[in-house]
């Protein structure tokens, strides 16, 4: 099978969040390595100005570092980024949802109230109020990809997942209910995507006594993110993808 194409988002804008660590670091760098220009948004500048470093030393497209708490992004927050974006670049076509919290792992019962509103804020509110705010600039692309985070924990509870798997439950009804809402126009598709488990803090957080060398790295999934991203999913809408049984992955 052919990898993606060297070119494949060459002249597109594509926001990724979360994407100074993890599997969002490895999809922004992709993503620009095959010819992107990615607003690369998170929590911690001296990660993103790293991933902005590489980016720059690669290739020839032109990176932007928002660094933004998603705790406290509220609507003029979004709005403002959107404005940012449309002032930068003119244009967006396509936004990864990456970034997100695990939160605690206990019963609900014992659920800290607060940690549950803060995985609820940064895993599903921002997502929404980012989505809100840029999709009059989506609207404008050809065809513009937006991409959600899910998890297996968001298709099937299970104990002491608490506000993480909740959170993932509602991100998949997101991407159904926008999926279904923009299916008229088909100028935008939405999609969830399921990582699996993957070589990452969070991940080790989850898992701490699990041999993080026996699972598939962030770089293992691009074939499925760069597809999900790029113009050879056009039309693809309301779907969900799980990495661990996409075609060339391990
Ligand atoms: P990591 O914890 O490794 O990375 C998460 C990223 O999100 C980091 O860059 C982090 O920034 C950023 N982030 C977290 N909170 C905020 C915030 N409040 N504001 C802005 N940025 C924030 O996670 P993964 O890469 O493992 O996970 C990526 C996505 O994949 C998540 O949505 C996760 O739920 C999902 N997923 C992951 C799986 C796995 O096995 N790894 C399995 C299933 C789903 P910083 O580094 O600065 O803190």
Redesign the pocket.
Known sequence: MNGPAADLLAGRVVLV?????????VAALSYAQHGADVVL????RS?LEAVFDAIKANGKTQPLIVP????HLDEAAADAFAAGVRDEYGRLDGVLH?????GRRTLLVHYPVQAWFDVMQ??VN?AFLLTRALLPLLNEADDASIVF????VGRRGRAYWGA?AVS?FATEGMMETLADEVAQTGRIRVNSL?????R????AAAYPTEDPNE?PS?QQHMALYLYLMGPDSKGVNGQRFDAATWPGSP
Do not use: E, H, Q, V
């Not at 969040?17 to 670091?25: L, P």
């Not at 990456?98 to 695990?102: K, R, T």
């Open positions: 969040t979360g994407a100074g660590d993890g599997i969002g670091r948004l998170g929590r911690t990660k933004a708490d998603l705790l990456n970034a997100g919290i695990l940064a895993n921002a985070t899910s998890s297996g993480y993932k399921n990582p699996g488990a993957t990452t803090a969070m991940r699972l962030p």
